[in-house]
């Protein structure tokens, strides 16, 4: 039960096309909050929202390093999904 309740909270998170393009923009390199902010055209509560949704369902990370924090991908998590998506279709 715990992968479906996991595999939801990932889905829900990636629902919005913003935070699909956000997770596509990371897995290409790390991007810290100021650098993803001109990218999306949004407030900065926006953006932040957006990173909360994905952090919380554990799609990305982050990281401090200096005075930024820096955002990255959990590849992992999304891999679960994927696997889990593949073993729901393939019964």
Same mark, same amino acid.
């Given at each position: 039960?715990?992968?479906?309740?996991?595999?939801?909270?990932?889905?829900?998170?990636?629902?919005?096309?913003?935070?699909?393009?956000?997770?596509?923009?990371?897995?290409?390199?790390?991007?810290? !909050?100021?650098?993803?902010?001109?990218?999306?055209?949004?407030?900065?509560?926006?953006? %932040?929202? *957006?990173? $909360? @949704? /994905?952090?919380? !369902?554990?799609?990305?990370?982050?990281?401090?390093?200096?005075?930024?924090?820096?955002? %990255?991908? *959990?590849? $992992? @998590? /999304?891999?679960?999904?994927?696997?889990?998506?593949?073993?729901?279709?393939?019964?």
């Amino acid at each position: 039960m715990e992968s479906y309740v996991q595999t939801t909270k990932v889905l829900k998170s990636l629902s919005d096309p913003k935070r699909l393009e956000i997770v596509d923009r990371l897995m290409e390199k790390e991007y810290c !909050a100021y650098e993803l902010l001109p990218l999306f055209h949004v407030t900065q509560p926006t953006l %932040s929202h *957006d990173m $909360k @949704v /994905l952090s919380e !369902a554990g799609v990305i990370k982050q990281q401090r390093k200096g005075k930024n924090v820096v955002y %990255s991908v *959990d590849r $992992k @998590v /999304l891999e679960d999904v994927v696997n889990h998506l593949n073993a729901i279709i393939s019964k």
